[in-house]
């Protein structure tokens, strides 16, 4: 269970003359094998709050913990995924996804046979020697996936991972990560500013109000997960979807802003 408990934070400039309040007292409570959306205009501190969460930042004002332990940096059990993929250009797919492995110490050849299971789960197999730069965007992401999913991580920390994706690329990844979530269960907090793609694979949206990011209304997703056969063609998908629109519409300020879809 993550514990957000009344999370501020002020960045502030090196010499201390300038500062951005980015989270303004976040409450949010995340359990085991939940799928959060956190969705709000940009510069609201999504990305902050999940690397909070993640243990790559500090905060600067209550508490954040992780099964009652309190977060003082990253570990094992939270992977993130990034929306630029975050690959090592040099190495090929194999050693991309193993990477997370090495670092554990794993020996080379369970490594490989974690990586390359992976690769085949996600539709890699086939090209574990090819180097990034020779990948679609949507063939990286799922490299990406794959090397967060290696460590068995309990919780994934997605930031705007399809974000970079063509449309229909990015249907596909979201209904890839939905059946591979339902084969693994884990934890998902997952970062968007796309309504569509919060309402498709989260059990709650958190919205978030812009900048200093709150906590503005978090809202429990009226679908399952496996989402039941033609779920997004019910009236309450787009009802949902519209809410949103205009939650986030009417939350617009200086600097925010709302993609659709
Ligand atoms: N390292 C930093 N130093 C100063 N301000 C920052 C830094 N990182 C982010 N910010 C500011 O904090 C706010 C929240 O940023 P971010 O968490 O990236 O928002 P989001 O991911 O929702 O777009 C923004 O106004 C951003 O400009
Ligand atoms: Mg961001």
Redesign the pocket.
């Known amino acids: 269970m993550i514990e957000i408990n009344g999370c501020s934070?002020v960045?502030?400039?090196r010499d201390g003359t300038?500062e951005?309040?980015?989270?303004d007292r976040v409450h949010l409570t995340i359990a085991e094998k939940e799928f959060v959306a956190?969705l709000?205009?940009?510069?609201?501190?999504?990305?902050?709050?999940?690397?909070i969460i993640g243990g790559l930042l500090s905060w600067t004002e209550g508490d954040v913990r992780i099964d009652g332990k309190k977060v003082t940096g990253p570990g094992p059990d939270r992977a993130l995924v990034f929306q630029n993929f975050a690959l090592m250009p040099w190495a090929n797919v194999l050693t991309n996804v193993a990477f997370g492995l090495e670092l554990k110490g794993v020996p080379k050849e369970a490594r490989t046979g974690t990586a390359m299971r992976l690769l085949e789960k996600i539709g890699l197999a086939g090209f574990e020697s090819a180097y990034p730069r020779h990948l679609s965007g949507g063939m990286q992401q799922r490299v990406g996936l794959a090397r967060a999913l290696a460590v068995n991580p309990v919780t994934l920390l997605m930031?705007?991972p399809f974000g970079a994706l063509d449309a229909q690329t990015r249907r596909l990844m979201q209904d890839d990560l939905l059946r591979l979530l339902d084969q693994e269960p884990k934890t998902v907090v997952f970062?968007t500013?796309g309504m569509d793609e919060a309402v498709r694979l989260a059990d709650r949206i958190v919205l978030?109000s812009a900048?200093?990011?709150r906590v503005s209304e978090i809202i429990d997703v009226p679908f399952g997960r496996p989402r039941p056969a033609g779920y997004d063609s019910e009236p309450v998908f787009n009802e949902l979807k519209n809410y949103l629109w205009e939650k986030l519409k009417a939350m617009q300020t200086d600097?925010g802003k709302v993609n659709g879809g």
């Not at 951005?20 to 989270?23: D, I, R, S, Y």
């Not at 709000?40 to 690397?51: A, D, F, H, R």
Request: with cysteine; glycine share 16%.
């Open positions: 934070k960045y502030r400039s300038r951005v309040q980015a989270l956190l709000g205009p940009s510069g609201c501190g999504k990305t902050t709050l999940l690397k930031d705007e970062v500013h978030m900048r200093p990011g600097g």
